[in-house]
């Protein structure tokens, strides 16, 4: 903890680092189930799959409300082709989205409050939509702000991402560490002239 004498704000990445996605499976096998459309949990799964590589690459797609929409429209039609369902995209979108709960790693909840005890600022920078806050529930009122790839029009290891944080925190990039579980958040966060250091948080 001594090197967080010399930091005025820790910024944080979201999945991987706070938050890990509840197996969403059975919800989605059972949004299908309830649309008349029966699949084995191998289907769903490999679904589901489909729809996550469609979709990490087009995080900054979901800048607002209108473009989150579309995006998370165009995720359930994704799922629902590898599927093999005829559903509306738009319709199951909601369901789709619904089906996908996060939960704060372990320990997660005690070091931010750790961190935030300390008299840090603190911010969550992540490549998401700008969906994210829902996503992180109580979690989210731990942070001064939340950014996400999709505000900043940019993805890490982009530093746009780190320096829209800072500017919000007030906070000037040396004087600030950044926490994460990719190679992305080490790159973005020392381009934006930040420290790194590796999850767990």
């Known amino acids: 903890m001594g090197e967080l004498?010399?930091?005025?704000?820790?910024?944080?990445?979201?999945y991987g680092t706070l938050v890990e996605l509840v197996d969403p499976v059975a919800a989605l096998g059972a949004a299908l189930a309830e649309r008349g459309v029966e699949r084995d949990p191998e289907q769903v799964a490999a679904a589901f799959r489909a729809e996550v590589a469609y979709y990490r690459p087009r995080t900054t797609e979901g800048r607002d409300a209108e473009s989150l929409a579309?995006?998370?429209?165009?995720?359930?039609?994704?799922?629902?082709?590898?599927a093999g369902a005829e559903l509306d995209p738009a319709e199951f979108a909601q369901p789709f989205v619904d089906a996908l709960v996060f939960r704060p790693?372990?320990?997660?909840?005690?070091?931010?409050?750790?961190?935030?005890?300390s008299g840090l600022a603190l911010a969550v920078v992540s490549n998401w939509d700008v969906g994210l806050r829902e996503k992180?529930?109580?979690?989210?009122?731990?942070?001064?702000?939340?950014?996400?790839?999709?505000?900043?029009?940019?993805?890490?290891p982009d530093p746009a991402v780190f320096l829209a944080a800072l500017e919000r925190l007030g906070v000037p990039p040396a004087r600030a560490l950044h926490i994460g579980d990719e190679a992305n958040d080490e790159e973005g966060?020392?381009?934006?002239?930040?420290?790194?250091?590796?999850?767990?948080?």
């Open 105 to 117: 790693l372990p320990g997660v909840l005690e070091a931010v409050g750790r961190l935030a005890a």
């Open 70 to 82: 579309a995006l998370r429209r165009d995720c359930a039609a994704v799922f629902l082709d590898e």
């Open 136 to 156: 992180l529930g109580a979690l989210a009122g731990r942070f001064a702000c939340i950014v996400t790839s999709a505000e900043a029009g940019a993805p890490k």
């Open 5 to 14: 004498r010399d930091l005025d704000a820790v910024t944080i990445d979201a």
């Open 189 to 201: 966060a020392l381009a934006a002239g930040m420290r790194f250091r590796w999850a767990p948080l």
